[in-house]
């Protein structure tokens, strides 16, 4: 492991518990409510982009505690499972930007929330890869806690807001 990543191996191992807790509430709270989600042409397509960026912060904290690990690998790796995730964002945005009862605003703000943890991602990724390390480092920090936020926010969706 790069000196630079040792330097947050703390914050790493507080990720990838939080994120690995998150994504299994997540899927519990998804379950109680299964069959109203699965009548909503764009909640499906939303939970599985959500757990794909929860997994994708667990993924780059559990690669950054990989030992003597070079940090230009590290970012190859965290790359390549922003374009995995953001794949299922991908998605997500396309069902719900076909949504015609809805504002223009709403479909927007509906996917925001899982465009900028991938966003993140892929900025800090880039930067570690160009060897900017501490901002790319921090850049996917956020993008780690831009992650739960968004977790957080669609696990609401999931428990309440899908019966009203």
């Keep these: ?15 990838v518990g939080a994120t690995a807790a998150l994504a299994g509430l997540l ?3 998804m379950s109680v409510n299964i069959a109203e989600i699965m009548k909503s ?3 499906p397509p939303r939970a ?3 757990i794909a ?6 993924t780059a904290g559990a690669f950054g505690l990989v030992p003597g690990q070079p940090s230009i690998a590290y ?28 504002s223009a605003t709403d479909r927007i703000l509906k996917s925001i929330a899982g465009i900028l943890p991938i966003a993140a991602f892929t900025g800090g990724s880039l930067l570690v890869i160009a060897g ?7 850049t996917m920090a ?10 957080l926010l669609f696990s609401w969706v999931v428990l309440v807001e899908v019966l009203r």
Excluded at 1 to 15: I, Y
Excluded at 76 to 100: G, K, M, N, P, S
């Design 75 to 102: 970012g190859i790796e965290v790359l390549v499972a922003t374009v995995l995730a953001a794949i299922f964002q991908w998605h997500a945005i396309r069902v719900v930007a076909r949504e015609d009862h809805v």
């Design 1 to 15: 492991m790069s000196e630079a990543l040792e330097g947050w191996s703390d914050f790493n191992v507080a990720m």
């Design 132 to 138: 900017v390390l501490e901002a790319g480092l921090i």
């Design 41 to 43: 042409p764009t909640l």
């Design 53 to 58: 960026a929860l997994v994708l912060a667990l």
């Design 27 to 29: 899927i519990v709270a």
């Design 142 to 151: 956020v993008g780690s806690v831009l992650s739960i936020i968004a977790g």
């Design 48 to 50: 599985a982009a959500s």
